[in-house]
Nanobody, 126 residues
Framework: QLHLVESGGGLVQPGGALTLSCVYS????????IGWHRQAPGKEREGVGCVVTADESQYYIDSVKGRFTISRDNAKTTVSLPMNNLQPGDTGVYYC???????????????????WGQGTQVSVSS
């Protein structure tokens, strides 16, 4: 059974930084995509970025490009999301997710994941 646990959220001022972490465990490490989604208050959940394990390619939404970068440890059981120059628009609950099937980026970013973490709150405010 797959299991994801996020940590690292908190309150930060605009322009500040946070690093989120996600620890993955389960019956197999053969996931095709791992990444992050977020849900702002009153808005639908959106994909933030992901890594495709087949070729280590990465994809990010335009609003976080250059500020967020996903990285994985050598054991491929922990994925981190360093976030820099945070803005109020980045506020929300951040969820780690994995997809073990077809490895389609568009589907994953639209919410098609096989397992989700419980989420961690990120608040950006002065």
């Amino acid at each position: 059974q797959l299991h994801l646990v996020e940590s690292g959220g908190g309150l930060v001022q605009p322009g500040g930084a946070l690093t989120l972490s996600c620890v993955y465990s389960g019956s197999t490490l053969d996931y095709k995509i791992i990444g992050w989604h977020r849900q702002a208050p009153g808005k639908e959940r959106e994909g933030v970025g992901c890594v495709v394990t087949a070729d280590e390619s990465q994809y990010y939404i335009d609003s976080v490009k250059g500020r967020f970068t996903i990285s994985r440890d050598n054991a491929k059981t922990t994925v981190s999301l360093p976030m820099n120059n945070l803005q109020p628009g980045d506020t929300g609950v951040y969820y780690c997710a994995v997809e073990t099937g077809g490895g389609q980026i568009a589907a994953f970013m639209a919410g098609a994941a096989d397992c989700w973490g419980q989420g961690t709150q990120v608040s950006v405010s002065s």
